[in-house]
């Protein structure tokens, strides 16, 4: 996300300041008067818990692995925007794992979600980083390492001109989610099925709202998903996508020889 920086690069006096405020318990009020907040929704990766639909295809450990390496590649994202980050772990036992995801330096702020399902959690999330001054929050899950600086620099551009911006995934999820407003109600949404994108803009559309639809990406659910990061990612330099393009790899090759 270099192309995503916080508008404040060249007052290197103010960068430092806020630095040594977040090392102290900074507060999402004064991050939010820097810049657009990127908000990371994440799980721990734990074996047996999440990615279960991998788990099948690849097996626990495997699972696990592939659950950290997107997690990387999300945390490498948010290391790269150089703005006030919000790390979202699903359990707030998760608090200290959260908080030592990023270096200590960074402008990361950790808020744990609710409880409830995933959309009555987002709400909470919203409400919660808006009631604290946020304005402009963007938010991204752990399974999209497709996403690139051009994908969050055409989110911050279309934000200046609509209220609400997705970025719809290929499989009728969504990818990316963004908005100068609160969401509308969100915990009935058909989450985790294909009506997911359509239904979510539909209720940001008859909340009032203005919503701009960006180009399709994929999130990562399935073992053929995993499989086609091996093309996707082959001419990625970033180095959480080397990692996982390395993983994809060797995947395909225990496949291989198990199928021998």
């Not at 721990?44 to 991998?54: A, S, T």
């Not at 295809?57 to 925007?81: K, N, P, V």
């Not at 990061?229 to 180095?239: G, K, N």
Request: glycine share 8%; hydrophobic share 40%.
């Amino acid at each position: 996300m270099d192309t995503l920086h916080a508008h404040h690069e060249t007052d290197d006096g103010l960068f430092g300041i806020v630095c040594i405020l977040l090392n102290g318990g900074m507060k999402i009020r004064e991050m939010a008067k820097m810049d657009a907040v990127l908000v990371v929704v994440c799980k721990r990766p734990r074996p047996g818990m999440g990615k279960q639909r991998l788990a099948v295809g690849f097996g626990i450990e495997q699972a696990m692995a592939c659950a950290q390496a997107l997690l990387d590649c999300a945390l490498e994202d948010a290391l790269a925007w150089r703005g006030p980050v919000v790390i979202a772990p699903a359990s707030s036992g998760d608090r200290a794992w959260a908080a030592s995801l990023l270096p200590p330096q960074s402008m990361v702020t950790i808020q744990p979600q609710g409880t409830g399902n995933l959309g009555q959690r987002l709400n909470e999330l919203d409400r919660s980083l808006r009631l604290n001054g946020a304005k402009q929050l963007i938010y991204i899950g752990s399974d999209a390492p497709l996403l690139t600086d051009e994908d969050y620099s055409a989110c911050r551009a279309a934000l200046m001109h609509a209220d609400t911006v997705l970025i719809p995934a290929f499989d009728g999820g969504v990818v990316l989610m963004a908005s100068n407003l609160p969401w509308p109600e969100l915990g009935h949404l058909p989450w985790s099925t294909p009506h997911l994108g359509a239904t979510l803009m539909e209720q940001c559309r008859q909340a009032g709202q203005t919503v701009a639809c960006l180009k399709p990406n994929v999130d990562i659910d399935e073992p053929e998903q995993i499989e086609q990061l091996y093309a996707d990612l082959r001419h990625d330099s970033r180095p959480a996508r080397r990692r996982l393009h390395a993983l994809v790899s060797c995947l395909r090759a225990n496949k291989r020889v198990n199928h021998a």
